[in-house]
C-alpha cells in the first residue's frame, strides 16, 4: 500500500493477528467516514477557541457569563487589570469571534456573551475534573 499505510498495517496485524490489503482498505474507509462529522470549514470553531485562549480574553467573557446581563466597558474595566486599549482590543476579538455582541447607547458600549460563548464555557465547566 506505501509507507502512509505500513504504521496502519502494523497495527492491524497486531489486533487480529493477520492483515492484508482488504483490511486496510476496509480500515481506511471505516476513517474516511469519520470526515463527514468533521466541519469542513473549522474556521469559525478554530477563531473562538484560539480567542478564549488569551487570559484577557478569557477573563472578559467569564465576567460577562457571570454577570447575566450586558454590562457597560466601564464595568469591565476596573474589574480586568489591563490597559483601557487592552480590554478595547480583547472586546473587539471577542466580537470579530463572534463571542460576544455588542450595542452602543450615546457613548456607552455594552457587551454580552453569546450562546456560543456561553456553551464552550459549560463545556469547560463540565470537562473541567475529567481531564485531571
Known sequence: MGSQTERLERLIT????????ADIEERL???????????????????????????????????????????????????????????S???SDLYDAGLVTRRKDGTWRYYETTDRAEALLTALNETREVGQ
Not at 497486531?14 to 490489503?21: F, H, I, L, R, V
Not at 469559525?44 to 450586558?70: P, Q, S, W
Open 14 to 21: 497486531e489486533e487480529s493477528g493477520g492483515c492484508c490489503e
Open 29 to 87: 474507509d471505516s476513517l474516511r467516514s469519520y470526515q463527514s462529522e468533521t466541519p469542513t470549514n473549522p474556521d469559525t470553531d478554530l477563531t473562538a477557541l484560539k480567542t478564549l485562549g488569551n487570559d484577557t480574553r478569557y477573563n472578559i467573557v467569564r465576567l460577562l457569563t457571570a454577570a447575566d446581563r450586558e454590562l457597560c466597558v466601564c464595568e469591565i474595566n476596573p474589574i480586568v487589570d489591563v490597559s483601557d486599549s487592552a480590554i
Open 89 to 91: 482590543h480583547a472586546l
